[in-house]
């Protein structure tokens, strides 16, 4: 649990106490806690926690304290659920239009008796919610436009939730009975990092538009629109937002190419289909003249316009159909291509598993290495490892991998680049690595000058390999720090420095838009899944569709080497 998720669901169970007429002073203990949790400069809650560091942050009481060490352990919080159970759902609603806080809904449930959303907005409409005390008619043209809003806005979840419901939503699909095809397009197919609303395109054996009416009354469904005769736009009642396109089987390959995007793709190619004499209208591909032409598949459809087949991680109108005209797109790096992972936490500092069953989770994955980079000193809130750990940690490896065939554990390390842009450790201690990934944990605050400086002093360390999740960026919940990346990426490239590409869906740092510079400037892209258990060293997969989108090829990405030739790369750093 992350301290931007933590203190969420802080303040949403003070909201929703004090939306429950609980003690004021009770739900502004959660606020502040919310607020300290906000306030700490490290993500790293479970050891703030074990090193009892939690409990003495001030703001922070037995009543919260217990919340959050349920976040910690469960990631779910026990009290929030019962809370939410207990509170009818069109005021949940009702606390997230903007300009509506818990006062006014106090005000509107006790003056009109109002409980839902549809109830607020013809209260608002009709008149009657503009002659409440301290209300008024500008308050209640607030209050419609703020419900117009959140109507729009579908919640935002990060690639692997959406991917996960996105496939559950397919199987329900695929198992009707009018359904001969059915597959995923939109932003899961191109495997952005954000995702709002799923896409999936249907061909059915007859009547499109009734197989999608049929979907719009299942259950859990809250609202459904029709957007064009057999498309609809479903939303559940847990936020969840389905774009489902119902076609005629020939329709099927165009109708999936255009429902998978992005829409600047679909321009350039629907123009670069006219200046051949073609136009793609609706769900067919037709000659200016009017005749259709056939086509069996997306690959066909390409064909037809002259274009090598665009795979979808690249369909974000860039220069993809450019680069296909000249048949220049390349051969984008595979999961297969992986030969093994580099930044990975075992139990001697964050991590929740020894070594050893890493490295056979790392082995069953069909991968040959698996290095262990754990925190170094300074890291004292995630149990970076002192001297002493270090030469435990390396003894312990040694051991391992002399029961080992063909399968290799690294000496790794993921040090703290320090504010100054010295890497944690003196030098014989990092002479001891076989690698080091540089990153940084603490002072995210400096302004970009400074931050820029540390990172550069730090690339002129000849032990650095690796810089690890260089933007520190945390998706939908913190901004990357002020740093200019592109003079970071020139950099590394001249010093022969790694950049990762962070596979935690949470971070996905390198971005994918600053691949293709880094691929310029020559630096290699390790993809790293920053396991701290087995179970994550499957982020890699989800790190390979971002390289994918950021057009690299496998022998851009530091990992699809072999053990060897990744120590050779970073004995090359080290002799220069
Ligand atoms: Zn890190
Ligand atoms: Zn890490």
Redesign the pocket.
Known sequence: MDSRSAAHVLSQIGALVELQGGNRFKARAYESAAKAILGLDTDDLGHLNRSGELEKVSGIGPATLSVIRDLIETGESRYFDQLRQATPEGLLEMLRVPGLGIGRIHVIREGLGIQTLEELEEAARDGRLARLPRFGPKTAEKILKGIAFLRETVALSLYPQAAEEAQRLLAGIRRHPEIIRAEIAGSVRRRREIIGDIDIVAACRAAPAEVAASFTRSPGVRRATSTGEASVTIRYVDGTCLDLHCVLPEEFPIAWWRATGSATHVDDVRAHAAARGLAVSGDSLTELTGGAIAIENEEGFFSALGLAFIPPELREGAREVEAATRGAIPSLVEYADIQGVLHCHSRYSDGTTGIAELAAAAQARGWSYLGISD?SESAFYAGGMKREAVAEQHDEIDRINATLTGFRVLKGI?ADILADGRIDYDEQTLDRFDYVIG?I?SRFSMDGTQMTDRVLAALDDPHLSIL??PTGRLLLSREPYAIDIDAVIEKAGDRGVAIEL?ADPHRLDLDWRLCPAAKRNGVMIEIGP?AHSPRGLDYVAIGIGIARKGWLEAGDVLNTLSADDVLAHAARRRAR
């Open positions: 925190h993921e990153s944990h690890g999740h962070n920053d």
